[in-house]
């Protein structure tokens, strides 16, 4: 039996100080901190390359969307805070945390600011054996919730206190195959998020889902770098080419979602065997519906809504998981959106018309996909 790792008598604050304070961070790899000649670097959040996750990445490496910028993408560990930790110990110049993670962060003074809003809709689903799904979140009370890091019950404490539920009656479990913990009922719930979910029916965890787009109305992941380089021309400018390398890869997969899983399962072979075409191209979808989310008052990639994010950060103010409200203004920047969304939009459009698919992926019906989404 896999053995879990209980969480629920640990107090939220003290847990803080537990994940986060006093914790050395070995460089990614071995490579030295940031220095001015290093290539950009970014770090995963979730301890794993081998996902579609990042195919706004593959994608503009693939298209040479980054031009002759030198760029690093890298797994880190699966420990959820690590991914500010790093940033903050400039072992890494970007990382992809959830905004509860992020606030961990500036809850111990790290000086970071999130500068890209990727997931404008909360990502953040709970998983359920089939049949076994309450009405709503509320239905979590008094239920044990499996976390594949501690950290992430950062993420999950705002989204129930949102939705009425006594925290102190929520028991957390870690273990590092939470999917399948579930599985095995060792626990009620599990936290997903969207591509996760698509990812686990391919690995026939097939579960039934309260999606944190139906249930939720905070944020979700963005890119953070620390908020000193924002002084430095070099870097911005640096971080400007970046991020619009990032932008025409998310517009080119709007465009064409099939060729953009295409070039991220390409990535990684043994992929192939987690998940047929039509899978893949659900995860990425999945996704890729939040990062183009609130379109219509954002209608740029990357755009932090400044009201959402304030909300948010009453919300877990008032639940104590931190002990002052942060000012998004202070902690977020819509300063790189501009220049990330400054390039030739029909130029990528027209690459991701032209782009040659492979058999199997022509004969995805993406139009069947959003149907379900």
Do not use: C
């Amino acid at each position: 039996m896999t053995n879990l790792h209980t969480m629920s008598t640990m107090h939220r604050r003290r847990f803080l100080q537990l994940t986060g304070a006093g914790v050395a961070i070995t460089a990614i790899g071995g490579v030295p901190a940031f220095a001015q000649s290093a290539p950009v670097r970014w770090v995963s959040p979730r301890g794993t390359l081998e996902v579609v996750d990042d195919f706004g990445y593959w994608v503009a490496k693939k298209m040479g969307y980054f031009g002759d910028l030198e760029t690093v993408i890298e797994p880190g560990p699966q420990d959820g805070t690590a991914t500010v930790k790093l940033v903050d110990q400039n072992q890494s110049d970007f990382g992809y945390p959830s905004p509860g993670i992020l606030s961990l962060g500036l809850e111990q003074g790290m000086n970071l600011v999130s500068a890209f809003h990727i997931m404008a809709g909360d990502v953040f689903d709970f998983a359920f054996q089939k049949g076994k799904a309450p009405a709503d979140l509320k239905g979590l009370e008094g239920k044990t919730i499996v976390l594949g890091s501690a950290g992430w019950q950062s993420i999950t404490d705002p989204m129930l206190a949102a939705a009425g539920v006594d925290l102190s009656k929520i028991k957390y479990v870690e273990v590092s195959a939470w999917g399948q913990a579930l599985a095995q009922g060792q626990a009620d719930a599990a936290l997903s998020w969207e591509g996760l979910r698509a990812q686990w029916r391919g690995q026939g965890l097939d579960f039934d889902y309260l999606l944190g787009k139906n249930t939720s109305v905070f944020p979700a992941n963005s890119f953070i770098i620390r908020k000193a380089d924002l002084d430095d021309a070099a870097k911005v400018a640096a971080y400007e080419k970046y991020l619009r390398g990032w932008a025409m890869g998310l517009e080119f997969a709007w465009q064409n979602p099939r060729a953009a899983t295409q070039i991220a399962m390409e990535q990684f072979p043994g992929l192939a065997s987690q998940m047929n075409p039509a899978v893949a191209t659900e995860s990425l979808m999945q996704q890729l519906g939040l990062m183009h989310a609130h379109w219509d008052r954002r209608n740029a990639w990357g755009f932090h809504l400044m009201d959402s994010w304030q909300t948010y950060f009453d919300a877990i103010a008032k639940i104590g998981q931190v002990s002052k409200v942060f000012k998004a203004e202070d902690v977020v920047t819509n300063q790189f959106v501009a220049p990330a969304n400054d390039f030739d939009h029909a130029k990528v459009k027209a690459d991701a018309d032209g782009y040659k698919l492979a058999g199997d992926y022509e004969t995805v019906d993406v139009e069947a996909i959003r149907t379900i989404l």
